[in-house]
């Protein structure tokens, strides 16, 4: 049980951690000030709040997917499959990247707790291809799941993370020599003519008591012809308009819109600002993620997806909305069917 909790950073790694910029007082800083819980927030009427859920927060039926074969998807252009949260994978040129990969059916270090939603929990470790690169955004356990890890690792050739992470995964028996940590700004040609540049986010880290000993990020992919914005957690703020003028335009922008509470404002983005970060991305196409799969928040379990999209067509921003495990292949066709309805 011990080991699905992780490890914090010590020694050579902790002191090299200090040495960031991003790193003051003990514990990684966002950019802006950021409470987790909003200044007019309490204990007591966030408990109230959630004894007094409504019934909607989880679908009342099995929820449809596709199950794509995941070992023949071949494309030069970027094909991506969603998972359900915040899982996903991408295919491009003939690399296959997995993103924050979920899939032991739970969203807790409690196998019975934050299960996934029926008719989720389609694909497992065994239905992946070799995979080139795991990119782990941060450390909660909806990004990060221990059993996952332990699959998917010798299939993995490499893991690209935030920086602390990798103390997780050697304590989780990752080769050191597979693993890359990034402080935000830093970048890599991960494979020849494919460059992975970490970003900032507005969130928080940890899997315990402690939070903010290693650090959370969004990821920028850029290979020959594409550009993708790997958004991970975060709450809305100048760093999205500050990420688009300095490396947009985006030919995807894949943003959290999901889990969120005017009590935690500041660390998961409002439906409607996830369109507005796609903007100021300067992005072709958003897609949505962090919802349909797990209930972590107070809202009906569709509310993400339907406030998103109304308001993107408000706007006028392109959006896809593929059901779990269905493709979504930049430049070409893409889902957009509501199905959730």
Request: glycine letters at 6%; hydrophobic letters at 35%; one cysteine or more.
């Amino acid at each position: 049980m011990s080991k699905i909790f992780g490890k914090l950073p010590t020694g050579k790694r902790l002191l090299h951690i200090k040495q960031s910029k991003n790193y003051k007082d003990g514990i990684f800083q966002n950019l802006s000030p950021t409470p987790v819980m909003a200044e007019d927030a309490s204990f007591r009427k966030i408990l109230k709040d959630y004894y007094n859920k409504p019934k909607t927060t989880e679908p009342p039926h099995p929820l449809p997917s596709v199950k794509t074969e995941l070992k023949s998807i071949a494309s030069e252009d970027p094909v991506i499959i969603w998972f359900g949260h915040s899982s996903y994978m991408i295919h491009t040129e003939g690399k296959n990247i997995l993103v924050d990969p979920v899939f032991s059916n739970s969203a807790s270090p409690f196998s019975f707790m934050v299960k996934g939603y029926k008719g989720t929990n389609i694909f497992t470790a065994d239905d992946f291809p070799e995979l080139d690169m795991i990119i782990l955004t941060h450390d909660h356990y909806d990004h990060l799941d221990y059993k996952t890890i332990r699959k998917l690792k010798s299939k993995t050739k490499r893991f690209c993370v935030s920086l602390g992470i990798a103390a997780h995964l050697e304590y989780w028996s990752v080769a050191k020599e597979k693993i890359t940590e990034f402080d935000w700004w830093e970048e890599d040609e991960i494979f020849q003519g494919m460059k992975l540049t970490s970003a900032p986010a507005r969130h928080f880290s940890g899997r315990g008591i402690r939070r903010g000993k290693t650090l959370w990020s969004s990821f920028i992919l850029q290979t020959k012809n594409h550009k993708i914005y790997i958004g991970g957690d975060s709450g809305y703020d100048n760093h999205f308009l500050n990420i688009g003028k300095k490396h947009g335009p985006f030919d995807l922008a894949i943003l959290e819109c999901g889990q969120y509470n005017l009590n935690w404002k500041n660390i998961h983005m409002m439906p409607e600002e996830t369109v507005q970060a796609g903007i100021d991305l300067q992005a072709k196409l958003l897609l949505p993620v962090h919802w349909g799969k797990f209930t972590l928040a107070l809202h009906p379990w569709n509310d993400p997806i339907i406030r998103v999209v109304k308001k993107a067509r408000e706007l006028k921003v392109n959006i896809t909305t593929p059901m779990i495990g269905e493709p979504v292949a930049i430049g070409k066709d893409f889902p957009e069917k509501e199905w959730w309805k």
